[in-house]
């Protein structure tokens, strides 16, 4: 399903990313000690404690951990979301292509966002908004970039970068709402919207969780093939380590806000260091045993619950 | 047929029914109630024979059955009989009356929009800081005292210590403007009165603002509350994701969804103005229906009084079916109800 079509994405490709990198290291994002509390009614909260991380341009790196250890929030702190709430305390260095996000204020980070650096959420169906056609949100994307695209241009864009999600009929899925389509064309088109501007840094928060595995896998296969074509880099935050380690060039492993092993896929999966990640990956559901579990063929408990009881009467056993 | 085609026929032939049922209450209401309209209306002094006369020709000494079949019988003809209190076709009375009212109400509506969905963005936007707390306030108040209460407060405030504002009527006295729609405002502008038009324009701020007042505050309130349930939606955090100014993400991205659940609250309260606007057209000396309808039922005018509480629920269910119209716009959910999409 997901048919790579270079052709087509690559005109606006990576050709206003080049001026920004001006970075002596070269990574894209470099994230340095990063400390982050919530200021709450009972008290304040450590939810990182220091975490460092950077991606190289077009590198595609995974954040692994569980639910609460912390890998949202970093997304939403490199987004620059999280600094806008009042009660979050954000300390160390985020570096974004040289530039220190703590020393722009909320409008430059805003700017950044859409543009440079986009975001893909976990439930394509409920991030795109119920009451606006896609096409709507769509050429709104594009206008982030370009102010004065007309309508007819933008919704020409726009089908052409549908097209290239292998979208069939690009015009009918524009003026359909997001309740219209299923998960998978939703996921489709936001894969589509969050590479429309080619940023060069590309969140994925748990990327089509919500979606049946089998799509699930699809649109994964789509985002991979499509960050390729657009050379952007990856953030990618998930606990299915098995996607992972399909996905990922780089793996960091996020443990109660902590970064507790670091390296790449290939070596983390083969030799994990850190019990942590030893259990993590001994969480992941196998098949074992060649196919079904070993259980005589006439055990006591095997019948058991094939029973109808003819007479209420308690006690009594078949 | 379309949905929304559909929509329109189902709440038409609904409000028809609820038409029927209200006439059916009000005549059964009006007839029930002690004191006999004929002799009310000859006063004291009037023989039995007048009596008689006149009740046999509203067909007061037949049954109740019947004399609805009467009514309804006049009605189809557009004759709602005539007035006991002015002598004249209720239907006259009403042209007369009601479009003083429906201005009022028209104007307390726009405010009621104008100021209370403004107020309940900001609200949400800024939750939790100053601007919210003194929103909050004022709409709590604005919706804790009813409109006559207002109308009194303003009154004495704005035209009575500060005469900033005229104290009661619909525009001074010097002017004639020619009655064309019945609206003043419209009126004096066809006329090409300006002067005019700004001193009907002064004379209906402080009668509006009353009858709006508890209907912005419930707005404010709706709107924000719908927000704030908005806000943790993912669509919006997307819309942040993406950049979009913060206004642009109230105003539009978080403000239409919301609005799709608080319409049908303020079409309740545009619809209840009416009611309220009979205490304030009494305080402002308003000539609207309010003091023909409050007369009517104390002369026990019988075809008056069903022909405004008629009128008053025609207008209740046009502005309903409005709303209802305005909800399947805005959401494409009930637009496209059905499975057969394209």
Not at chain 1, 142 to 150: A, H, I, W, Y
Not at chain 2, 267 to 290: C, Q, R, T, Y
Request: aromatic fraction near 8%.
């Amino acid at each position: 399903m997901s048919a790579n079509r270079p052709g087509s994405g690559e005109d606006t490709g990576s050709v206003k990313n080049g001026s920004m990198e001006r970075n002596s290291s070269g990574a894209l994002l470099d994230i340095r000690d990063l400390h982050l509390g919530f200021r709450g009614y009972t008290g304040y909260t450590k939810v990182l404690h220091g975490i460092s991380l950077s991606i190289n341009r077009g590198q595609r790196v995974a954040l692994v951990g569980e639910s609460g250890s912390g890998k949202s929030v970093t997304a939403r702190i490199v987004l620059g979301l999280l600094q806008e709430t009042r009660t979050a305390r954000i300390t160390g260095d985020v570096e974004f292509q040289g530039n220190d996000m703590s020393s722009l204020n909320a409008s430059q980070r805003r700017a950044l966002r859409g543009t440079r650096m986009s975001m893909i959420f976990q439930d394509p169906t409920s991030a795109l908004n119920p009451v606006f056609t896609i096409g709507y949100q769509f050429t709104e994307v594009l206008r982030r970039v370009d102010e004065k695209l007309s309508k007819e241009a933008a919704y020409l864009r726009a089908a052409e970068l549908l097209h290239t999600v292998s979208i069939p009929d690009p015009a009918r899925v524009l003026d359909a709402y997001s309740f219209q389509l299923s998960g998978g064309m939703n996921q489709r088109i936001i894969i589509a919207m969050a590479l429309a501007n080619s940023p060069s840094l590309l969140i994925a928060d748990e990327p089509g969780t919500a979606l049946d595995v089998t799509v699930q896998a699809q649109t994964l296969q789509l985002m991979h093939d499509m960050v390729a074509t657009h050379n952007t880099a990856v953030l990618f935050i998930s606990h299915n380590l098995g996607v992972v380690r399909e996905f990922a060039d780089r793996v960091y492993v996020i443990y109660r806000g902590r970064i507790v092993e670091e390296g790449a896929t290939q070596s983390v999966f083969e030799s994990p260091g850190h019990a942590y990640t030893r259990a993590l990956m001994a969480a992941v559901p196998r098949v074992t045993g060649g196919g079904i579990p070993d259980i005589d063929d006439e055990s006591a408990d095997f019948h058991d619950p094939c029973f109808t009881h003819d007479s209420p009467i308690a006690g009594t056993e078949s | 047929m379309t949905p929304v085609l559909r929509l329109l026929a189902r709440r038409l032939g609904i409000s028809l029914i609820v038409l029927i049922g209200v006439s059916m209450l009000v005549f059964g209401i009006a007839r029930v109630i002690p004191g006999d309209p004929a002799r009310i209306a000859l006063g004291p002094n009037a023989s039995t024979e007048q009596i008689a006369k006149l009740r046999a020709s509203l067909h007061l000494d037949e049954s109740i059955f019947v004399q609805y079949g009467h009514f309804i019988k006049d009605l189809s003809r557009g004759d709602l009989g005539i007035s006991l209190y002015t002598n004249r076709p209720v239907t006259t009375d009403i042209a007369q009356f009601l479009p003083a009212t429906l201005e009022l109400v028209l104007v307390a509506g726009v405010l009621m929009i104008a100021i209370g969905l403004p107020l309940g963005i900001w609200s949400a936007r800024f939750r939790g800081r100053f601007a919210d707390h003194i929103i909050r306030l004022v709409s709590l108040l604005g919706v804790s005292a009813p409109s006559f209460v207002w109308a009194v407060i303003l009154m004495l405030l704005f035209a009575y210590y500060l005469p900033l504002f005229p104290i009661a009527g619909r525009i001074t006295d010097t002017y004639t403007i020619e009655s064309i729609t019945g609206f003043l405002l419209i009126d004096t502008l066809i006329a090409g009165n300006f002067q005019a038009f700004l001193n009907a324009a002064w004379h209906i701020v402080l009668p509006a603002f009353a009858l709006a007042l508890s209907g912005i505050g419930q707005a404010a309130r709706l709107t924000r509350a719908n927000m704030i349930e908005t806000w943790d939606k993912p669509y919006i955090e997307m819309a942040q994701a993406y950049g979009y100014a913060p206004a642009r993400i109230a105003n539009r991205f978080a403000f239409k969804p919301s609005m799709i659940p608080s319409l049908t609250i303020i079409g309740l309260d545009f619809a209840a103005m009416l009611g309220n606007a009979f205490l304030v057209e009494a305080v402002f000396a308003w000539p609207g229906l309010s003091r023909y309808g409050v007369a009517v039922i104390l002369r026990k005018d019988l075809n008056a009084i069903i022909g405004t509480v008629l009128i008053i629920s025609a207008a209740f269910l046009i502005v309903n079916l409005i709303i209802d119209l305005l909800i399947a716009f805005l959401n494409p959910r009930i637009r496209y109800s059905q499975r057969d999409v394209k």
